[in-house]
């Protein structure tokens, strides 16, 4: 019997010459080095994954000609091709082509889509330093200190700190959506639409004033990241906020960045509002106790008045009426749109060009939110503690009760007019042994 052949990567040399074929024993050769394994891993790789493109990480060349942008995708390379067959990049010859831009997009990202996405400034720069004094400065009442700070360029700088204060605490917990949550993103989508209620408020401040009454009341109902409660306390030192929502760690950051800020006119809740006046310390201190109501987008607006009705001014004897001030994008119930009082966009507030926000700013009397709550019918679904039970159907009952007929089989109910019930063993005896 011929001798069997020897396998790969294995020498003929190492075969034993005096010992027959059937015991021959083979051992690897001291050539087996590195790169035999490297090639050996190579083929495997290959083989078993081949199907993986590492496509996100690609790298993207783009030339720029003046009128168009081309943008070419270098080849990718495989696990099994780094190995075995590396591919090479086509250069462009840099006589005739410009200089060539390489940016490197993120694993699993995509790139960011610019037709939809707003145009942002640098909060820092000095055109959104002048834009916010423009708006600033057209306040009603900036000759009296008593109402709002005189200083455009200090209340700037403060809405700078708040908004380095929001990106620290956003790395903890989910204060505004993490998604892009930039400087620019804080301070354009967050900070400035909260601040572009001062036109509002400012008047009803003045007014308060003039009428030597109390100390104006805001409550900001679903504050979360304290907008738009926060940004306006800043602004507003002599005006008394309530910040509430039922989140309590987004409280504590709330309540953190106002101490960091030397905000003292801020008090916070924690709870949900249909809550706040449902016992007798809450009555005395929240219900009809309020100026103002703010609300950002926290529910459907019929809810919303229904939950906030009870906090606002009544408006009786010479008391000024409260107002809800609710910030919604979107369309809206009709039971709504025909009590809104006034409704002015975000970016006309902010005397800033149109669609840059798809916000606006509502206005309800206390009246006018009563009625909504009321034809709505959110005001009789409000729980305000406890589980809530479900109503019982006055068109549901039991067959019994509708006079139907039981079904076939069904058990009887037991008669207790003392006949004895003929079970078919009157003469049994019981023995006993």
Request: charged share 25%; aromatic share 6%; with cysteine.
């Amino acid at each position: 019997v011929p001798a069997p052949q020897p396998p790969l990567f294995f020498s003929p040399s190492v075969r034993q010459q005096n010992t027959p074929a059937s015991t021959a024993t083979l051992s690897p050769p001291p050539t087996m080095n590195v790169l035999t394994s490297m090639v050996v891993l190579s083929y495997f790789c290959r083989s078993r994954l081949s199907a993986l493109a590492f496509a996100p990480s690609r790298r993207v060349a783009s030339r720029f000609d003046g009128s168009s942008t081309s943008r070419c995708f270098a080849s990718y390379l495989t696990v099994g091709e780094v190995c075995c067959k590396p591919r090479t990049i086509p250069s462009l010859t840099p006589s005739t082509t410009p200089a060539l831009s390489y940016t490197t997009t993120r694993l699993f990202s995509s790139p960011p889509n610019t037709e939809t996405s707003i145009i942002e400034v640098d909060p820092y720069s000095e055109q959104a330093k002048q834009d916010f004094v423009k708006f600033y400065s057209s306040l009603p009442v900036q000759e009296d200190t008593s109402v709002i700070d005189t200083d455009p360029e200090k209340a700037h700088k403060a809405l700078l700190r708040l908004t380095e204060q929001v990106l620290q605490w956003n790395q903890r917990l989910n204060l505004v959506s993490r998604k892009d949550c930039t400087a620019s993103v804080v301070y354009h989508r967050h900070v400035l639409p909260s601040v572009g209620l001062l036109p509002l408020i400012v008047p009803l401040l003045t007014q308060q004033q003039r009428d030597n009454a109390q100390q104006l009341k805001i409550v900001d109902v679903g504050t979360g990241g304290g907008f738009p409660g926060l940004p306006l306390a800043t602004l507003l030192p002599n005006v008394q906020f309530t910040l509430v929502d039922s989140i309590q760690k987004k409280l504590v950051a709330v309540s953190e960045m106002a101490s960091d800020l030397d905000v003292n006119n801020v008090r916070i809740h924690h709870g949900r509002v249909e809550e706040m006046y449902a016992g007798q310390e809450g009555k005395r201190e929240h219900k009809g106790r309020y100026d103002v109501v703010l609300g950002r987008s926290v529910t459907a607006l019929p809810r919303f008045c229904a939950w906030v009705a009870d906090l606002l001014k009544k408006g009786k004897g010479d008391e000024e009426e409260g107002r809800l001030i609710y910030i919604i994008g979107g369309d809206l119930e009709n039971v709504v749109e025909s009590r809104i009082q006034s409704d002015r966009p975000i970016d006309d507030l902010l005397q800033r060009a149109a669609g840059s926000s798809d916000k606006r700013a509502l206005i309800f009397t206390a009246h006018d939110v009563e009625e909504i709550a009321e034809e709505s019918g959110e005001k009789h679904n409000i729980v305000r503690s406890g589980v809530s039970v479900k109503k019982k159907n006055p068109n549901q009952g039991s067959r019994r009760n509708q006079g139907e007929r039981p079904a076939k089989g069904a058990w009887s109910k037991k008669t207790n007019d003392g006949e004895k019930k003929d079970r078919g063993y009157d003469d049994f005896k019981r023995y006993e042994f």
